[in-house]
C-alpha cells in the first residue's frame, strides 16, 4: 500500500520563475492538502482540494495555485517565486470522512 | 497573536523521565486536535488524535480541554527515540491550523 508521494525532491529556482509541484494521495484517500513549512517553522495550510476543487484555502496569495486530478493526484503551483517561497513543500491526504491527514515526505524548493 | 501557540523548548530531559507539552489554540469554532511528531527533515507523522475525553496510546497520553482551549501532550518513561519536534494541530471547518513545534531532546 503506497503512501503518499511527491516530486520532485528537491527544485532550485530563480526569482520570477514558475514552479509546479506533484502529490499522489494515500490510496483509498480523495483528499489533498498542501502546506509550505519553512525553517523552524510549523506546516503552514496552503489549502485543500476535494472532488477536483478547491475546498479550504489559508492565508497565500493567488500566486499559489493547485489543481486536483480525477485520480485524486494534486499539482501546486506558484508562480512569480519570491525568495520567501523557499521552503518545504508538503502534502498531505485523507478521506472525506476522516480528518486524519498522512504526509508525504515534501518537495524542497530554493529560490536563488 | 498565533493561531495555535506552543512552547517551542527545547526541552531536554534523562530518559526515563516524563515530560509534558501544552498548547493553546484561539479558535473556539476547532473541531479536532491532534499531535504530530516531525523528525529532523523529514514529514510529520501522526503521533495521535486528541479527544475530550482524554486518550491514551501506550506511553503517550493526550488531553483536550475546549473550556479553557488548550490541548496536552504527556509522553511518560521517555526513550532516545522520542527525540523530535511535537506539533500539535487544531482543525475547524474553513481551516488547519499547526503550531510551530516544541522540540525534545532526550538525553541518555
Not at chain 1, 496569495?61 to 520567501?84: C, I, K, T, W
Request: aromatic share 12%; net charge neutral.
Amino acid at each position: 500500500d503506497a503512501g503518499v508521494t511527491q516530486s520532485p525532491t528537491h527544485l532550485i529556482k530563480t526569482r520570477g520563475q514558475q514552479v509546479t509541484l506533484r502529490c499522489s494521495p494515500k490510496s483509498g484517500h480523495d483528499t489533498v492538502s498542501w502546506y509550505q513549512q519553512a525553517l523552524g517553522q510549523g506546516p503552514q495550510f496552503i489549502f485543500q482540494y476535494y472532488e477536483e476543487e478547491e475546498r479550504q484555502r489559508g492565508n497565500f496569495p493567488d500566486r499559489f495555485s493547485g489543481h486536483q486530478f480525477p485520480n485524486y493526484s494534486s499539482e501546486l503551483n506558484v508562480n512569480a517565486l519570491l525568495l520567501g517561497d523557499s521552503a518545504l513543500y508538503l502534502c498531505a491526504s485523507s478521506g472525506l470522512l476522516a480528518d486524519t491527514q498522512y504526509f508525504g515526505p515534501g518537495t524542497r524548493l530554493t529560490v536563488l | 497573536r498565533k493561531e495555535v501557540e506552543q512552547d517551542p523548548g527545547p526541552f531536554n530531559v534523562p530518559e526515563g523521565a516524563t515530560v509534558a507539552f501544552n498548547c493553546t489554540y484561539s479558535n473556539s469554532a476547532s473541531q479536532s486536535f491532534f499531535w504530530y511528531r516531525q523528525d529532523c527533515r523529514k514529514e510529520p507523522k501522526l503521533l495521535m488524535s486528541v479527544y475530550s475525553s482524554g486518550n491514551e496510546d501506550g506511553r503517550f497520553t493526550a488531553q483536550l480541554n475546549r473550556a479553557s482551549q488548550y490541548i496536552s501532550l504527556l509522553i511518560r518513561d521517555s526513550k532516545l527515540s522520542d527525540s523530535a519536534t511535537y506539533l500539535c494541530v487544531a482543525s475547524s471547518a474553513s481551516k488547519i491550523i499547526f503550531g510551530s513545534g516544541t522540540r525534545l531532546s532526550i538525553r541518555p
